[in-house]
Structures are given as structure tokens and as C-alpha cells.
């Protein structure tokens, strides 16, 4: 994956940083127009759009801060490095955007049944700077190398559809006498902010709470080491990740016969590159044999469902 020379990949390190701060601005620009729109509108449905983009703009500034951060090297405190740092930025844009959704569904619900006649001609011209605002931003970034501005340019397109979604109600509400259409578009987009906001408090909880990372099934890990011819069978095996990306293993490996250092290296090289391959950057093996009494062999008792695999 990383096969660039370290000028070029630095280079396009920049240029992310560079179109995600664009990209930033733009919707700090858009969101600012938004709430001074959707009051003027008297539109639930644009201030909807208006907390989706706030959260938006958290979460840009953010990753563009923590871009920074967390390229940071490690030090006495955190042994780690930085990179935990960026779910800092999750959690908070989270929260704001769960409060957000929430004032706006208490003010979208009353009008259900009290419909009130939004500005349509206003929500019009709104739906259609969201769609080129948010649409360039897509166009851009989607020529963008790195994963960050691809997942970004991802949302911006779920963005448009939403824009593109208050188009039509307010196209439908110029020519027909239908408020209650509002309030319907409204309280939709707060929920499909709440359903993400769901998935992404859920993902970096569990990151949290050291669960091992979802991409990885700790039994394929464990048979991985098991399956090498040398080894006798692996316990105390723990597997977990800083920030979703980078991944970290620690094992016990118990060797059928005993080995020199120079082969205990290549062993332990071996085992690293397998575990690369699934995508588990740090790794850290300790070896015995089956002589030796290990006091971690019980530890967290995971490993003794599958010591046999
Ligand atoms: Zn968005
Ligand atoms: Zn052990
Ligand atoms: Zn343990």
C-alpha cells in the first residue's frame, strides 16, 4: 500500500491537509448562511441542514487539527503517540450534533401539527447554493489520494442528496399549498444525522473500551501464529487499536523446540509479517517452550476456547 517514496507521499500528505482545510472553510462559510437563512425562511427544514453542516464543520476542524496532532511521536506519557487523539474529535463532534438534532426535532414536531408556511422561494435558492457548495467540494476531493479525503468527499455526496431532497420539497411547496412538508424534511435529516451520529459514538467506544478492531477476527489472528510449523500452540493473546487504524497485538508463543537468538529473529520476523498482511501494525511475542510455567497463561482466558485450533 505505502509503495510511494517518502517525497511523494509527504507531498500528498499536504494536499489532503490543504483540501480538507478548503473544505472546512467552505462549510464554515455555508453553515453561517444556513442559520441566518433558515430563520429568515422561518424553514425547520434548512435549520436541520444548518446543525447537520455545523457538525460537519466540528468534525473537518477536527481532522484537520488532529491531522497535526496526531503525527506527533510518542513520548514519556503517551507511549503511544497521538494517534487515540482523534477520537477525541469523533466524541465531540458526536455530541454537539446529538443536542443539535434533538432542539430541532422539539421545534420540527409542534409543527406537524401546527403547520407554518415557510419562505419556499428562499429555501429554493438555499437547496441550490447547498447542492454547488457541497458538490464541488465532492469534485474535489474526490480526486484526493488519501483515505481521510475520501471519507470526506463520501459524506459531502450524502450531503448533496439531502440538499437535493429540500430542493424538491421546496419546488413542491411553490406550487402547492403544503407547509407540513417542513417539518417531514426536517425531522428526516435530524434522524439520518442521529443514525450516523449512532454508528460513529459505537465505533469509537468500543476503540475505547479496547475491543479488538472490527476488521479483525481474533480466532483467524490466532490461528495465523498457530498454523507456523514451529510453534506449538499461542496464548495470552490480546489484540486491540489506538484509533481505529493502527493495530496492536501482544502474544505468548510457545515453541516445540528450543531455538538460538538468530532463529528466534527470524521466527519472530515471520510471525510479524503474517500478522502485517491482516493488517496488525505492532506487534509484540514473547516465546517460551512448553517447559516454562507462564503466570499470563490464564490471563483473560480467551485464548483457552481456541488453544487447539
Ligand atoms: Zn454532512
Ligand atoms: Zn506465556
Ligand atoms: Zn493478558
Redesign the pocket.
Known amino acids: 500500500m505505502h509503495n510511494h517514496s517518502h517525497e511523494s507521499s509527504h507531498h500528498l500528505e499536504n494536499e489532503d491537509v490543504k483540501n480538507i482545510g478548503t473544505a472546512f472553510f467552505l462549510n464554515l462559510f455555508f453553515t453561517i448562511v444556513e442559520f441566518v437563512g433558515g430563520a429568515i425562511t422561518n424553514s425547520v427544514a434548512i435549520l436541520s441542514d444548518a446543525v447537520h453542516d455545523l457538525g460537519d464543520c466540528i468534525s473537518l476542524g477536527m481532522s484537520w487539527y488532529f491531522q497535526h496532532i496526531s503525527k506527533r511521536a510518542g513520548n514519556k506519557v503517551y507511549t503511544y503517540g497521538y494517534k487515540r487523539f482523534s477520537l477525541l474529535g469523533a466524541i465531540i463532534t458526536s455530541v454537539v450534533l446529538a443536542i443539535g438534532s434533538f432542539l430541532i426535532i422539539a421545534k420540527a414536531v409542534p409543527r406537524l401539527f401546527h403547520p407554518e408556511q415557510p419562505d419556499a422561494r428562499g429555501m429554493l435558492l438555499l437547496a441550490v447554493l447547498g447542492v454547488i457548495i457541497n458538490g464541488a467540494a465532492v469534485l474535489r476531493l474526490r480526486k484526493g489520494h488519501s483515505i481521510n479525503e475520501r471519507v470526506v468527499s463520501l459524506h459531502m455526496l450524502e450531503d448533496v442528496l439531502g440538499w437535493l431532497a429540500v430542493l424538491v420539497g421546496a419546488v413542491v411547496m411553490l406550487f402547492a399549498n403544503l407547509p407540513i412538508l417542513d417539518p417531514i424534511l426536517s425531522i428526516a435529516i435530524a434522524f439520518y444525522v442521529l443514525t450516523n451520529v449512532y454508528r460513529n459514538v459505537k465505533e469509537s467506544l468500543q476503540i475505547i473500551l479496547q475491543a479488538a478492531p472490527a476488521a479483525i477476527d481474533t480466532d483467524d489472528v490466532i490461528r495465523i501464529v498457530s498454523d507456523i510449523p514451529e510453534i506449538e500452540s499461542v496464548h ?3 489484540v486491540w487499536s489506538t484509533d481505529g487504524q493502527y493495530n496492536i497485538m ?1 502474544v505468548h508463543v510457545v515453541l516445540n523446540k528450543e531455538k538460538s537468538l538468530p532463529e528466534l529473529h527470524e521466527l519472530k520476523e515471520k510471525i510479524r509479517r503474517k500478522l502485517q498482511s491482516v493488517g496488525i501494525q505492532h506487534v509484540t511475542i514473547e516465546f517460551e517452550t512448553d517447559k516454562e510455567d507462564c503466570s ?1 497463561e490464564g ?2 482466558r480467551y485464548y483457552s476456547q481456541t488453544e487447539n485450533l
Open positions: 495470552d493473546v490480546h501482544t499470563m490471563c483473560c
